[in-house]
């Protein structure tokens, strides 16, 4: 770290810290007395053992509701509590592309800890609306069915809603692969610990690996480690949004880290509202979500998963989420269950600014080519059984004549990444074969 970023910190750190004691610990809470304590401080608690660090999340007569930012194996009564007097800060700078970090910033790849970096706050407001530049110019992903059919804008945010086992994790590697994003930042939230080496080596490889940084909290951290890696992963990206740098930020899964804050939420005292959620879980969402897109500068073009059990995509996450974001890409089950790779669902997939990113040509040829599918899709039993009598429906003997072609235009192995420019000239010579 440089003088002047040693000069900073040192600038805003209190002289005299606040100590207070542990009177208490419920399920995942600390009750703690700490004298001037704020809700979003971050305390040390002199444990047997190493310290713990931890942060506040609320107040009960009189006492406060602190959150463990690790294993509360060692906490006991009376306990030394320290404040920070601050927040949760992580350090972002250049020196983090290709390295892998925990759910607070931490670096867990065994490698010796970056240089010349930058403190920036965990948790900040969303820029102003007003002070976003509108969504003007199309990223590419790679993905031909995205990048054609639900073309993608630079600032935008769009979700990815899947079920568990369909290929989601490969699709995002493909497009931190495939991207023309500057920077890729990744949080994989809930992940079982198997899948972050697969992730790594097999979805994101070498060369994603190069120009991204990692956030990762598996299922076993702490729930506010698990809420955290999300944020710091935006913190990440807006750093280098500031930078004027084009930022690619997935997020595996939004859904975790709403099932992280209902953790939080229902162990400091709040009621459950729309199943099981309380209610700081859809305050969280709007102020998580927002935060990427467009700057003064650079920008943030994001995609969040979203897990959607049993096909629902109308449960309580999902919707909320669908309401928030610029656009949703779905996968299917079935789809996947046809060997069909990527799974997305052109049909139900939409993309709110593609009609002010791509030509008009390109606008009305997705169109064309989304009609053929669906109506085909409509007809797909009647025509495997034979029962569909050729001449009955035009349109729909030019989707039956064409559709080999989009079938190999839908599907994409998962290590080739497809140029924009021939995605589009793809499309629009298979949408005048519709016509």
């Known amino acids: 770290m440089d003088i002047d970023s040693l000069r900073a910190r040192l600038a805003g750190t209190a002289t005299l810290r606040p100590v207070g004691k542990v009177v208490g610990v419920t399920g995942l809470m600390l009750r703690v007395t700490l004298p001037g304590a704020r809700v979003g401080d971050v305390l040390i608690v002199h444990r047997r053992g190493e310290p713990l660090s931890a942060e506040v999340v609320g107040f009960v007569a009189g006492e406060a509701l602190v959150v463990p930012l690790g294993d509360l194996a060692g906490v006991g009564p009376d306990d030394l509590v320290e404040s920070t007097g601050s927040g949760l800060e992580v350090a972002a700078g250049d020196a983090l592309l290709g390295r892998v970090l925990d759910g607070l910033g931490r670096p867990i790849d065994g490698r010796p800890a970056p240089t010349g970096l930058k403190w920036v706050p965990v948790d900040r407001p969303p820029p102003p609306a007003l002070g976003r530049r509108p969504v003007d110019t199309a990223v590419a992903t790679g993905v031909r069915v995205i990048d054609g059919l639900t073309t993608l804008g630079v600032g935008q945010r769009v979700g990815l809603f899947a079920g568990s086992g369909v290929g989601k994790s490969m699709l995002l590697g493909a497009i931190a692969r495939g991207t023309s994003a500057d920077v890729v930042v990744v949080a994989l939230v809930g992940e079982r610990g198997r899948e972050v080496s697969e992730f790594l080596e097999r979805a994101l490889g070498v060369a994603g690996r190069e120009r991204s940084v990692v956030v990762v909290a598996t ?17 990440i990206a807006e750093y280098f949004r500031d930078q004027s740098k084009n930022v690619m930020l997935l997020v595996d899964s939004v859904t975790r880290v709403a099932r ?6 229902l162990a400091a005292g709040e009621p459950p509202a729309r199943r099981g959620y309380p209610p700081s879980v859809f305050a969280l969402l709007p102020r ?10 650079g920008a943030i073009t994001a995609i969040y998963t979203v897990l959607v059990e049993g096909g629902d995509m109308d449960e309580p996450i999902a919707d909320e989420v669908r309401g928030i974001l610029d656009g949703h890409i779905v996968l299917e089950r079935q789809i996947a269950g046809r060997g069909h790779y990527p799974a997305v669902d052109p049909v139900s997939s939409l993309s709110r600014v593609m009609d002010h990113v791509v030509s008009p040509a390109q606008v009305q040829a997705a169109r064309r080519v989304r009609s053929a599918l669906a109506l085909y ?7 495997a059984l034979g029962a569909y009598e050729k001449g009955s429906d035009e349109r729909l003997d030019r989707a039956i004549q064409a559709m080999p072609e989009l079938e190999r235009f839908l599907c994409q192995d998962a290590l080739h990444s497809e140029p924009l420019d021939r995605t589009r000239s793809e499309l629009l010579r298979l949408a005048q074969k519709l016509a």
């Open 219 to 235: 299922s076993d951290a702490p729930p506010v480690e698990r809420l955290r890696a999300a944020q710091v992963a935006t913190a």
């Open 377 to 383: 899709e409509q007809k797909r039993d009647l025509i």
């Open 260 to 265: 992280a804050q209902r953790e939080i939420g």
């Open 288 to 297: 998580l979500l927002e935060r990427s897109g467009q700057g003064e500068s």
